[in-house]
């Protein structure tokens, strides 16, 4: 039943973008208009976007046929707007070309999806979305010559190509992020090609558009699988956070009318719904703009861009200062005798009142951290509004406040101690064991990434002032990447409850976590022959992957010796490895009679 009920809640989620209010104000009407006119002029990206995010598997070939479809379906409907099928909102019309290709729902493997209509078949796309994109290709790399020549010859097919490859690896992506990476590839073709040193400017304009994809499709993919997985209340708390932090001025009147327009714009976003999203993030924009007097003096310059530069802009302007007559403290929340009453008579207003004044008090807090706080508070009124003498329980707020933020800080501290003493490679290698011990379950690929993400994400911030902030937002990202977005998802037992039991804390928890004793271990022969398949077979690829591989695997088969142990074993393999993997006879490196590899498997077996 409880699991009914939350499909029930998912049907509602989706409902919501179907009823969109009509603009009444002349503000919102130019709004309407410029938005409407960037939505025209980029049907045939939004529609590419749309279908490789929903079809990850479709060819480019497939996806061009289906733009083609939505075309005609657009200039038919302009022609004449009372035609029955122009009465569709733009994803239904997008899914219903999608599911009308003879054969395609078969060949892709999603007829099921087309066997619905409406509101359940949006939400069979959207969970057929898959995170793992290991089952693609790599990424097409042409010879900067080649690249230049293909977008000379054809720039619109050559960045539409672009564009596919892009969406169908980011299935979470929203519409607006990758139609201004999109916008910067453009930029960079444009201007690279026109240089003498072509591979060295494609590699410098190339790091900064996927750093920014990156960190951009990571935070949507974490907020909306807390948004899936925990309700809007969750989703109500993070945008909270986040706005008070950015905008410590804006009244709390303000903030809920503005989080109204948020909620939209996650509902079509989070579905996939291009169209949809594009126009939701442009009526938030609008908003903060309509109201920059009292939001933020820092926008101005922003709000006066066009679609899609303003959002971009807004997006990646600093936070305010903190107001000058804002106390250290609101004392209604710890002072008050009548916290319970005022909590009994409107909870879901009184706790999201309270994390916006905490919030905006402590933008040197990470958005996790005040959620924390917002948790603790809620568990010591459940018990101070139980007892005889509430005032007295509750007074000590601040004080479990502290303890919580030291406990976090503490873990943080950790960690960047380890990026100290260890230093970047030794650090992956670190959280890539971790990682394992914790999920052995995930594919190799995705157990690497982890890893690479997290040692980034302490190189990131472990230098930086806002230390604390930086590392505790980016780790929970590389945990939202491993929870994923869809509730369906399920690694293990322990892992499965850190994801799903509390969003707040399940930094804390996966901190704890030990190695997986329901895993079931390959004997340890099988380690030799992972060797063997890595270093005396031709792969392209370098000496870190194989060795990042093989770390994997020999925490899968050995998890439960000290590390200390697996270094030595790991030294001792991948030096082997390399020596064999460079004879003219691999193959006898490994034999038993030979094998240094696998003399030290052999004394591995008997520990286990």
């Known amino acids: 039943m409880k699991h009914l009920n939350h499909i029930r809640f998912i049907f509602f989620l989706f409902s919501l973008t179907e009823s969109l209010a009509l603009p009444t104000k002349p503000q919102d009407i130019d709004h309407l208009s410029a938005t409407q006119k960037f939505i025209d002029e980029n049907t045939a990206y939004l529609t590419i976007i749309a279908v490789s995010q929903y079809v990850q598997e479709a060819s480019f070939d497939e996806v061009e046929m289906l733009v083609r479809a939505i075309m005609d379906h657009k200039n038919r409907c302009l022609a004449d707007s009372t035609l029955p099928e122009c009465s569709k909102v733009a994803n239904e019309a997008i899914q219903d070309s999608i599911c009308a290709v003879e054969g395609l729902p078969q060949k892709r493997n999603f007829s099921h999806c087309c066997e619905n209509a409406s509101i359940p078949r949006r939400l069979?796309?959207?969970?057929?979305?898959?995170?793992?994109?290991?089952?693609?290709?790599?990424?097409?790399?042409?010879?900067?010559?080649?690249?230049?020549?293909?977008?000379?010859?054809?720039?619109?097919?050559?960045?539409?190509?672009?564009?596919?490859?892009?969406?169908?690896?980011?299935?979470?992506?929203?519409?607006?992020?990758?139609?201004?990476?999109?916008?910067?590839?453009?930029?960079?073709?444009?201007?690279?090609?026109?240089?003498?040193?072509?591979?060295?400017?494609?590699?410098?304009?190339?790091?900064?558009?996927?750093?920014?994809?990156?960190?951009?499709?990571?935070?949507?993919?974490?907020?909306?699988?807390?948004?899936?997985?925990?309700?809007?209340?969750?989703?109500?708390?993070?945008?909270?956070?986040?706005?008070?932090?950015?905008?410590?001025?804006?009244?709390?009147?303000?903030?809920?009318?503005?989080?109204?327009?948020?909620?939209?714009?996650?509902?079509?976003?989070?579905?996939?719904?291009?169209?949809?999203?594009?126009?939701?993030?442009?009526?938030?924009?609008?908003?903060?703009?309509?109201?920059?007097?009292?939001?933020?003096?820092?926008?101005?310059?922003?709000?006066?861009?066009?679609?899609?530069?303003?959002?971009?802009?807004?997006?990646?302007?600093?936070?305010?200062?903190?107001?000058?007559?804002?106390?250290?403290?609101?004392?209604?929340?710890?002072?008050?005798?009548?916290?319970?009453?005022?909590?009994?008579?409107?909870?879901?207003?009184?706790?999201?009142?309270?994390?916006?004044?905490?919030?905006?008090?402590?933008?040197?807090?990470?958005?996790?951290?005040?959620?924390?706080?917002?948790?603790?508070?809620?568990?010591?009124?459940?018990?101070?509004?139980?007892?005889e003498s509430p005032a007295a329980c509750y007074r000590h707020a601040e004080d479990k406040f502290n303890e919580t933020t030291e406990r976090s800080f503490a873990m943080v501290q950790r960690e960047c101690r380890h990026f100290q003493e260890l230093g970047k490679d030794a650090l992956r290698s670190h959280y890539l064991a971790k990682f394992t011990k914790a999920a052995p379950q995930l594919s190799v690929e995705e157990l690497i990434s982890l890893s690479k993400e997290m040692a980034a994400a302490l190189a990131t911030c472990c230098t930086l002032s806002e230390e604390f902030a930086c590392v505790d937002n980016l780790a929970d990202l590389v945990l939202g990447e491993l929870c994923g977005i869809n509730e369906n998802r399920t690694i293990n037992p322990a892992v499965d409850q850190c994801c799903k039991a509390d969003f707040a804390f399940r930094r804390h928890c996966f901190e704890h976590l030990k190695a997986d004793t329901t895993y079931v271990l390959p004997s340890v022969s099988a380690l030799v022959s992972a060797v063997h398949a890595d270093w005396c077979q031709a792969h392209q690829e370098d000496l870190q992957d194989k060795k990042d591989r093989f770390m994997v695997n020999l925490v899968k088969w050995m998890p439960e010796i000290t590390d200390e142990e697996r270094l030595c074993l790991f030294a001792k393999f991948t030096a082997a490895g390399e020596k064999c993997g460079q004879v003219q006879e691999p193959e006898a490196c490994f034999s038993p009679a030979g094998s240094k590899i696998d003399n030290e498997s052999q004394a591995a077996e008997k520990q286990r």
């Open 124 to 387: 069979c796309f959207f969970f057929n979305k898959k995170a793992n994109v290991g089952f693609l290709p790599p990424f097409p790399t042409l010879d900067p010559e080649e690249k230049c020549q293909s977008y000379k010859n054809n720039s619109e097919s050559f960045l539409n190509h672009y564009m596919y490859e892009v969406a169908r690896r980011n299935p979470f992506a929203f519409a607006p992020v990758l139609l201004t990476v999109a916008a910067r590839f453009e930029e960079a073709a444009t201007m690279c090609c026109e240089q003498q040193q072509k591979a060295t400017c494609f590699q410098a304009k190339a790091a900064p558009i996927t750093q920014y994809l990156k960190a951009l499709s990571s935070y949507q993919k974490t907020v909306c699988g807390a948004f899936i997985k925990f309700g809007p209340n969750i989703l109500n708390s993070i945008n909270i956070a986040v706005f008070s932090k950015k905008f410590p001025k804006i009244g709390f009147k303000d903030l809920t009318s503005l989080l109204k327009d948020v909620h939209s714009m996650y509902d079509g976003c989070c579905e996939g719904d291009v169209v949809q999203c594009l126009r939701s993030q442009s009526q938030v924009m609008s908003h903060i703009c309509s109201k920059q007097d009292s939001i933020s003096g820092k926008i101005k310059e922003c709000c006066g861009k066009k679609t899609p530069e303003r959002e971009d802009c807004i997006i990646n302007t600093n936070k305010d200062d903190r107001p000058e007559d804002l106390s250290p403290r609101e004392p209604k929340f710890t002072d008050s005798e009548n916290v319970c009453q005022e909590r009994d008579s409107n909870p879901d207003k009184f706790f999201a009142e309270f994390t916006y004044e905490y919030s905006r008090r402590h933008a040197e807090l990470s958005t996790p951290e005040l959620l924390r706080i917002t948790k603790v508070y809620k568990d010591l009124l459940e018990d101070c509004c139980s007892r």
